[in-house]
DNA sequence: ACAAGCGTTTAGTGTTGACTAAACGTTTTG
DNA sequence: CAAAACGTTTAGTCAACACTAAACGCTTGT
């Protein structure tokens, strides 16, 4: 077990633990974050000591809900996965859904007929709550995708000109 | 079903499907979201229609990640539980953590050897990105703290104003 | 002391879901 | 055509876990 298969199963237990995917998914991540390049589904199985299908239903899952890209190749029939550019983007995105989510249930409780004044200040204030926290990421997003397309020009610039630090 | 019904049970969807929490959990998050003062074990496996058991566990579950508060009365045996004050402040707790984590994580892997300039540059992005993350929810939660706490103020002021303590 | 009330623990059950091996369908190559 | 190389689907196994009923331990009241 050197370090890249520690970088790999600690990938695989957070995404475990905090994203509710299986374990193998988030190995993939964990894989695809330290290989240059993208990866076809049996060198994945391979380096992860697991079966194909398990590679390609969660690879595929994970392409779903926008973590990992399917690259293909001309003249090459295999499927290659990469981590896509837009990760973070999309993991601020799901974050704010499941937030609207949240404040849709609210609002809805807040219609409710049977409640009482105490309840009512809780609703509010929870409302409140989210109201914040939704702005709040939302105009985050709106920062990071100016972050990432400053970034996304540097590198091209660095790329034409000179070599990369 | 009433509408009381529906709102505990989208609660519990929400909770199970998001938080990871089993669906019960989520449910006495919602009965304690609507329901004015304090409940009871009993009270709760009786209008939930679960036994006292699961109450009992997922209680001092939702207690252990601050969702939830245990409160005794003097001259009382039982536990009543409700809504924790500083719940939202916890669940942004909560989210940060999980973002150091993974902070930690991508730190980790810039520090191993074996890294092609490719893999390097994804993860300084990614370094990057928790970075902004991570400060911005900082953020966030220190305001967030001053924001409840005027709230609290307020409310403790209209409290006063009415009736003396 | 006995019984009742309370929360927790335990043993057991059913379900869910991750994972695999093998079969399958399709496309490429000899 | 046959064989190999793909990705996917299917059937089945195994482990994890939510949930329950019943037993348990502790405290309080009679």
């Known amino acids: 077990m050197d370090e890249q298969d520690r970088f790999i199963e600690r990938t695989g237990q957070l995404f475990e633990e905090t994203e509710g995917l299986p374990r193998i998914a988030g190995r993939i991540v964990g894989l695809?974050?330290?290989?240059?390049?993208?990866?076809s589904i049996d060198e994945m199985a391979e380096r992860l000591a697991v079966s194909r299908a398990s590679i390609s239903i969660d690879a595929r899952r994970l392409e779903q809900c926008g973590v990992v890209e399917r690259v293909t190749r001309p003249g090459d029939r295999r499927d290659y996965y990469r981590i896509a550019p837009d990760h973070y983007t999309r993991a601020l995105e799901r974050r704010l859904a499941v937030m609207q989510r949240f404040a849709e249930l609210i609002a809805d409780g807040r219609r409710m007929k049977s409640t009482s004044p105490e309840v009512r200040e809780r609703l509010d204030e929870a409302a409140d709550a989210m109201g914040i926290v939704i702005e709040a990421t939302t105009q985050e997003l709106a920062r990071w995708r100016a972050t990432r397309e400053k970034r996304r020009a540097a590198a091209q610039h660095s790329r034409n000109g000179r070599a990369g630090s």
């Open 32 to 39: 695809l974050l330290i290989t240059p390049g993208e990866c």
